[in-house]
């Protein structure tokens, strides 16, 4: 998706399909789009050499994953040598095969960033154009195909899945509605797209996941939650492998540790997103993860640790005090009343 900025239809420019061709490392490149294409790209081609200047229009970077964590890779990707220019907005490009130059506004004051190559990741639109889905009777919109929960189109005989569809646009989520699809359309099983333990990574280093409903939806629901949290350097394996930068964040029930949704920044993030993933498709709360052996040292046991905290966090100073008086246990008493407390 180009968006409507003066200058694009005469500026060369590369998007996430034609960056793939590129023949030869440029020593400067633009990227519009703080996303995750952007994001991923920025710190591929900083590390391969190429001086990169990444702009979009939000305050931060991956505004779909959570702040705090999306705040630590910016300023990893800072440390590497990305330079952001966030809460800006692009008023014009213009440029020839060898050099461009973007001008970008903020605060209300125009400044002019050049570089050798530009790549424009603002997002991705579904190719509807040569379907003459007009001629079919399907109906569709800007985003995409109009599908149901079993990926069926208007048409009762004609579905639609991944990415044409404008519902989802993750590889993964492709393979699960042609799952769904195919249940429904040949087998005629009844089966239905699950909305609500909807992963997805983006693939930096750290990597950065997430999986069900965010702190914000959470909010704006009213819905009682706690927040368990592990660090990265906490994990042991993270140590022996120099990749401690990270934490791992649940939002559960408090006393019955139902899992609404999880945030994962480090090392192998996606891998342990799916451990959480899998928990909630399953009705499995965080007291069933911490019962469950885990092998060590592996990653996976930090999503375990993770759990751990629910039972931390639910121990009464009154109740341990009454332990310790019962059976005479001797030694200093933890401190249960603090919320940041980790284990």
């Given at each position: 998706?180009?968006?409507?900025?003066?200058?694009?239809?005469?500026?060369?420019?590369?998007?996430?399909?034609?960056?793939?061709?590129?023949?030869?490392?440029?020593?400067?490149?633009?990227?519009?789009?703080?996303?995750?294409?952007?994001?991923?790209?920025?710190?591929?081609?900083?590390?391969?050499?190429?001086?990169?200047?990444?702009?979009?229009?939000?305050?931060?970077?991956?505004?779909?994953?959570?702040?705090?964590?999306?705040?630590?890779?910016?300023?990893?990707?800072?440390?590497?040598?990305?330079?952001?220019?966030?809460?800006?907005?692009?008023?014009?490009?213009?440029?020839?095969?060898?050099?461009?130059?973007?001008?970008?506004?903020?605060?209300?004051?125009?400044?002019?960033?050049?570089?050798?190559?530009?790549?424009?990741?603002?997002?991705?639109?579904?190719?509807?154009?040569?379907?003459?889905?007009?001629?079919?009777?399907?109906?569709?919109?800007?985003?995409?195909?109009?599908?149901?929960?079993?990926?069926?189109?208007?048409?009762r005989h004609i579905y639609a899945v991944g990415d044409v569809t404008g519902r989802y646009q993750f590889t993964h989520m492709s393979e699960h509605m042609a799952k769904v699809a195919v249940a429904n359309a040949l087998l005629k099983f009844p089966m239905k797209i699950d909305n609500k333990h909807v992963p997805w990574c983006t693939y930096t280093d750290p990597e950065i996941a997430h999986l069900g409903a965010t702190?914000?939806?959470?909010?704006?629901?009213?819905?009682?939650?706690?927040?368990?949290?592990?660090?990265?350097?906490?994990?042991?394996?993270?140590?022996?492998?120099?990749?401690?930068?990270?934490?791992?964040?649940?939002?559960?029930?408090?006393?019955?540790?139902?899992?609404?949704?999880?945030?994962?920044?480090?090392?192998?993030?996606?891998?342990?997103?799916?451990?959480?993933?899998?928990?909630?498709?399953?009705?499995?709360?965080?007291?069933?993860?911490?019962?469950?052996?885990?092998?060590?040292?592996?990653?996976?046991?930090?999503?375990?640790?993770?759990?751990?905290?629910?039972?931390?966090?639910?121990?009464?100073?009154?109740?341990?005090?009454?332990?310790?008086?019962?059976?005479?246990?001797?030694?200093?008493?933890?401190?249960?009343?603090?919320?940041?407390?980790?284990?």
């Open positions: 998706m180009v968006p409507p900025i003066p200058g694009f239809s005469e500026t060369p420019f590369y998007t996430n399909e034609s960056i793939f061709e590129i023949r030869n490392r440029p020593d400067s490149m633009i990227i519009i789009g703080g996303g995750p294409i952007g994001i991923e790209m920025a710190q591929a081609f900083q590390r391969l050499g190429t001086r990169i200047d990444v702009v979009d229009m939000a305050d931060r970077i991956l505004v779909r994953d959570d702040p705090e964590l999306s705040d630590i890779l910016r300023k990893q990707l800072e440390n590497e040598g990305v330079t952001f220019h966030l809460g800006t907005k692009v008023s014009a490009v213009e440029g020839v095969e060898q050099m461009g130059s973007v001008t970008i506004s903020q605060n209300g004051q125009s400044r002019t960033l050049t570089a050798e190559k530009l790549l424009v990741a603002a997002g991705r639109r579904p190719n509807l154009e040569s379907l003459q889905l007009e001629a079919a009777g399907v109906k569709f919109t800007k985003s995409g195909i109009t599908v149901n929960e079993k990926c069926r189109t208007n048409r702190r914000q939806e959470l909010d704006s629901q009213k819905i009682s939650y706690e927040i368990y949290r592990f660090p990265y350097r906490m994990i042991d394996r993270a140590i022996t492998d120099e990749a401690t930068t990270g934490w791992i964040k649940i939002y559960a029930k408090k006393f019955s540790g139902k899992i609404f949704g999880a945030d994962v920044l480090g090392a192998h993030g996606g891998e342990i997103i799916g451990q959480y993933a899998l928990a909630m498709r399953n009705g499995l709360s965080l007291k069933k993860i911490a019962d469950t052996i885990y092998p060590y040292p592996t990653y996976a046991l930090g999503a375990r640790r993770a759990a751990d905290q629910w039972y931390i966090k639910n121990q009464s100073s009154t109740v341990v005090k009454w332990l310790r008086r019962i059976f005479r246990y001797r030694g200093p008493l933890p401190d249960v009343s603090d919320p940041d407390r980790i284990v």
